[in-house]
T-cell receptor
Framework: SQKIEQNSEALNIQEGKTATLTCNYT??????LQWYRQDPGRGPVFLLLIRENEKEKRKERLKVTFDTTLKQSLFHITASQPADSATYLC??????????FGTGTRLKVLA | NAGVTQTPKFQVLKTGQSMTLQCAQDMNHEYMSWYRQDPGMGLRLIHYSVGAGITDQGEVPNGYNVSRSTTEDFPLRLLSAAPSQTSVYFC??????????????FGEGSRLTVL
């Protein structure tokens, strides 16, 4: 069955460092991969989208890579700040209206 | 713009009761959807709609009904609540041009407990 895996353990990093989160998937050929941020008690907020034919996408301090051979996406936050502390979700779609979400990785940036 | 508005934010039901979770968006989005989020499970798609009068099932549709009579509203009905439906429910919308690629706009969620 289709599956997305994100590191379920929380990631703690020091302020100013680069946070790297991983999203692996199996039994799926996505056309689009998205990353969302979710704060406690809130709905997810869209951050970045990357297409299957794109290797890398950047937006301000965020960078996403997409390796369809490894079936993996990496999400980087450079110069991390305590305000970046949240749960980050990855999601896939093959171009239909249905999405598959990962369980998310909780990031905590320590001051 | 209020974005995607969900009501109620919290609800407690007894097994067998029925209720409707409301979702409204003021962005004129054609695509609307309902997800449930459970610990360790990620967001799972319940039902979705690509326009008024058009709905389809997602991954976990059993026990839930939807209808889409207007562009703005997409209510989710639980006909006979079960403890397994205890969850946090999210409504999400997207304009037609982005719905296939994945930029979803989420509401703040409705936390439902079924006793």
């Amino acid at each position: 069955s289709q599956k997305i895996e994100q590191n379920s353990e929380a990631l703690n990093i020091q302020e100013g460092k680069t946070a790297t989160l991983t999203c692996n998937y199996t039994n799926y050929s996505p056309a689009y991969l998205q990353w969302y941020r979710q704060d406690p008690g809130r709905g997810p907020v869209f951050l970045l989208l990357i297409r299957e034919n794109e290797k890398e996408k950047r937006k301000e301090r965020l960078k996403v890579t997409f390796d369809t051979t490894l079936k993996q996406s990496l999400f980087h936050i450079t110069a991390s700040q305590p305000a970046d502390s949240a749960t980050y979700l990855c999601a896939l779609t093959s171009g239909t209206y249905k999405y598959i979400f990962g369980t998310g990785t909780r990031l905590k940036v320590l001051a | 713009n209020a974005g995607v508005t969900q009501t109620p934010k919290f609800q407690v039901l007894k097994t067998g009761q029925s209720m409707t979770l409301q979702c409204a968006q003021d962005m004129n989005h054609e695509y609307m959807s309902w997800y449930r989020q459970d610990p360790g499970m990620g967001l799972r798609l319940i039902h979705y709609s690509v326009g008024a009068g058009i709905t389809d099932q997602g991954e976990v549709p059993n026990g839930y009904n939807v209808s889409r009579s207007t562009t703005e509203d997409f209510p989710l009905r639980l006909l006979s609540a079960a403890p397994s439906q205890t969850s946090v429910y999210f409504c999400a919308s997207s304009p037609a041009g982005l719905a296939r690629t994945g930029e979803l706009f989420f509401g703040e969620g409705s936390r439902l407990t079924v006793l």
